[in-house]
């Protein structure tokens, strides 16, 4: 066999450390739950017992149901997103709310980051009031059209409905409404 000069070997200590830390720091990615192949049943169960509590209450839930998991998987995939543990919806005061459950905290924090950064700062730029209204339960999440509907489910379950947004951090530029003095709106009169 081959003996490897010093120098060689030398060179190769580092390479192979490298190499070491790069795969255990792809084998520690966290799981984006796209093998799972269906949605995690207590999750479920957590946020059909959810729903039945806001299909109680003024704002209603009418046809409450897991979304496909197949649809669902590929949209995540193609995202780059992890996967909530379950998702369903159903229609309350005119509007859709979405339901997502996780497996703890943790996950849905970084699914609620994941989500805001790659919506908000492209809905600023098309108007900066834009937001994205949700209650935070924890391990779970409502996602309805409004805040106004957010506040409603937010006071049913002792929560606060809020910004995903700003929650996450993503703050809207301000708006930028002055016209300077120079500068008129009306076209200058005809003498």
């Known amino acids: 066999m081959p003996r490897i000069p010093a120098r060689a070997r030398r060179g190769l200590v580092p390479f192979t450390v490298v190499f070491v830390l790069v795969a255990a720091?792809?084998?520690?990615?966290?799981?984006?739950g796209y093998d799972r192949g269906g949605w995690d049943q207590s999750a479920l169960e957590e946020i059909t017992a959810i729903?039945?509590?806001?299909?109680?209450?003024?704002?209603?839930?009418?046809?409450?149901?897991?979304?496909?998991?197949d649809a669902y998987v590929e949209t995540y995939r193609r995202l780059g997103w992890a996967m909530p543990a379950a998702q369903g919806n159903c229609e309350g005061s005119g509007e859709?709310?979405?339901?997502?459950?996780?497996?703890?905290d943790a996950a849905q924090q970084r699914w609620v980051r994941a989500k805001a950064k790659a919506l908000c700062e492209r809905g600023y730029q098309v108007d900066w009031r834009f937001g994205l209204p949700?209650?935070?339960?924890?391990?779970w999440v409502i996602e309805p059209?409004?805040?106004?509907?957010?506040?409603q489910l937010g006071d049913l379950f002792n929560r606060p409905g809020s910004d995903m947004c700003t929650d996450a951090g993503f703050e809207p530029p301000p708006p930028?409404?002055?016209?300077?003095?120079?500068?008129?709106?009306d076209p200058p009169p005809t003498t």
């Open 25 to 32: 720091a792809c084998d520690s990615a966290p799981d984006k």
């Open 51 to 69: 729903a039945e509590q806001v299909q109680a209450s003024p704002v209603g839930c009418e046809g409450f149901g897991p979304e496909p998991w």
């Open 96 to 104: 859709d709310l979405t339901f997502y459950g996780f497996v703890d």
């Open 134 to 139: 949700y209650v935070d339960g924890g391990n």
């Open 145 to 151: 059209d409004s805040f106004d509907v957010a506040y």
């Open 176 to 185: 930028d409404v002055t016209i300077p003095a120079s500068t008129s709106t």
